[in-house]
């Protein structure tokens, strides 16, 4: 089992940027396919990207070129930083750990962080 705490977020100005942080604890952090989801005011909760322990990466069109998803295994914390933000990535971020088959389907991840509300104003 793993415990995902969350930090960053905030509000910035379209074209900013931001980072989120999310550290892991429990179970070793490699063991881990780790996924960025968003939900946004009245939307489902959608799938951002996701890395896996090769570091391989995978994003969501929609934030493609602009997001970056990274993971410090030694540290056990996956960061996404995220570029030239705009108002319509306004949403609450989450982090979650899912097993080898996780992917973009919310349903393959089994331990999920607080959440933490990004907001990009125009």
């Known amino acids: 089992q793993v415990h995902l705490v969350q930090s960053g977020g905030g509000t910035v100005q379209a074209g900013g940027s931001l980072r989120l942080s999310c550290a892991a604890y429990?179970?070793?952090?490699?063991?881990?396919?780790m996924g960025w989801f968003r939900q946004a005011p009245g939307k489902e909760r959608e799938f951002v990207g996701k890395?896996?322990?090769?570091?391989?990466?995978e994003y969501a069109n929609s934030v493609k070129g602009r997001f970056t998803i990274t993971r410090d295994n030694a540290r056990q914390t996956l960061y996404l930083q995220m570029n030239s933000l705009k108002p319509e990535d306004t949403a609450v971020y989450y982090c979650?750990?899912?097993?080898?088959?996780?992917?973009?389907?919310?349903?393959?991840?089994?331990?999920w962080g607080q959440g933490t509300q990004v907001t990009v104003s125009s």
């Open positions: 979650a750990a899912g097993g080898v088959p996780a992917d973009r389907d919310e349903s393959t991840y089994n331990f």
């Open positions: 429990g179970r070793p952090f490699n063991d881990y396919v």
């Open positions: 890395i896996q322990w090769s570091d391989f990466t």
